[in-house]
């Protein structure tokens, strides 16, 4: 299992319009792609003060699995235009850890 994360920066004024616009655009426009071996995408937010900090975790089974979502560059962030926009600031590269251990509480 391969875990990619990425982070973007807004200011607290369009912190709740970009939250829409990757729940409503970008996640959808993912989860329509069927991209075989992608598991899940968490989207988290964080306030900072004076802006606020958005990241996605998407996990994968495998660094292939990343490549048919991203292409052969497979580091590149996804960040639509209309997610730009909004943005303040982003990573223009997401980072990719395996997964070593993972225990599933009950």
Same mark, same amino acid.
């Given at each position: 299992m391969i875990c990619r994360i990425w982070r973007g920066w807004t200011t607290p004024k369009n912190a709740d319009r970009y +939250?829409? /616009?990757v729940t409503g655009k970008v996640i959808p426009g993912i989860e329509a792609r069927k991209i075989t071996g992608f598991r899940r995408i968490e989207l988290m937010r964080r306030d900072c003060g004076d802006e606020i900090e958005f990241a996605t975790i998407m996990w994968f089974d495998s660094v292939d699995a990343i490549r048919n979502f991203m292409g052969e560059d497979y580091e590149v962030a996804h960040v639509p235009q209309a997610a730009q926009? #909004?943005?303040?600031?982003?990573? %223009?590269?997401? /980072?990719?850890? +395996? #997964?070593?251990?993972?225990? %599933?509480q009950t």
């Open positions: +939250e829409a /616009v926009n #909004i943005l303040k600031r982003f990573d %223009e590269r997401s /980072v990719h850890y +395996e #997964i070593l251990d993972q225990r %599933e």
